[in-house]
Each structure stands twice: as C-alpha cells, then as structure tokens.
Nanobody, 124 residues
Framework: VQLQASGGGLVQPGGSLRLSCAVSGGTLSNYALAWFRQAPGKEREIVAALRWNGARYAYEDSVKGRFTISRDNAKKTMYLQMNSLNPEDTSVYYC??????????????????WGQGTQVTVSS
C-alpha cells in the first residue's frame, strides 16, 4: 500500500485548506485511514480517522467542528477539509493506513502504512 499526501501550504488564520491522500496498492474495503500531524519538537498526534466503508469516523477534540475527514471511493483518495485554521494547527500532516478498523485509532503504532507528509503553515 502506498500513500501520497498533498495539499499543504501557507494560509492565514481563519482560512481553509483541503489535504488529499491518494491510496494505491490496496483493496481498501475494511481499511482504517487516518490523518496525523507533527509540529516541531512535538510527538506525532492523531487528527482524525475513518473506516473506508464509511461506518466510522473519529476526531481529535481540538479539531472537532473545524475539520472534516472524508473519502472518495472512485478516486481512492482520502481528504481532510480544514476550516477556521489557527497557528496551533501548523504542522506536517501525514496520512496513514491499516487493513482494519481499530478501537485504538489514535495511536501511531496501530498503522502499517504512512505517506510522506505535507506541510501546513498557518500564519499572518
């Protein structure tokens, strides 16, 4: 399974960005996919996760109501729509995958496949 993240950039506070994660090499039907982020000097943390068949979605508390995770089955692409961005959202964002849903969806150790990361910078 290969993951390719894209869509990062520089945005002003209060702005929006949409990240994409193109997935190849897997069947996806029961996969769990997630977005993580890592700021300089900090540990990688969960942002949001979904099960590819659409039955489950989960969000880290600080992004609830601002970020939306979704996927396009035909394009085999996962998205992260990020609204009302603030400087604390500045990080490298990574997409990750595993072949089944897990109740421990927020743990980096649960995921077998990782994309290369895309930088999001929120600054005026």
């Amino acid at each position: 399974v290969q993951l390719q993240a894209s869509g990062g950039g520089l945005v002003q506070p209060g702005g929006s960005l949409r990240l994409s994660c193109a997935v190849s090499g897997g069947t996806l039907s029961n996969y769990a996919l997630a977005w993580f982020r890592q700021a300089p000097g900090k540990e990688r943390e969960i942002v949001a996760a979904l099960r590819w068949n659409g039955a489950r979605y989960a969000y880290e508390d600080s992004v609830k109501g601002r970020f939306t995770i979704s996927r396009d089955n035909a394009k085999k692409t996962m998205y992260l729509q990020m609204n009302s961005l603030n400087p604390e959202d500045t990080s490298v964002y990574y997409c990750a995958a595993r072949t089944s849903w897990t109740t421990n969806w927020g743990s980096t150790s649960e995921y077998d496949y990782w994309g290369q990361g895309t930088q999001v910078t929120v600054s005026s």
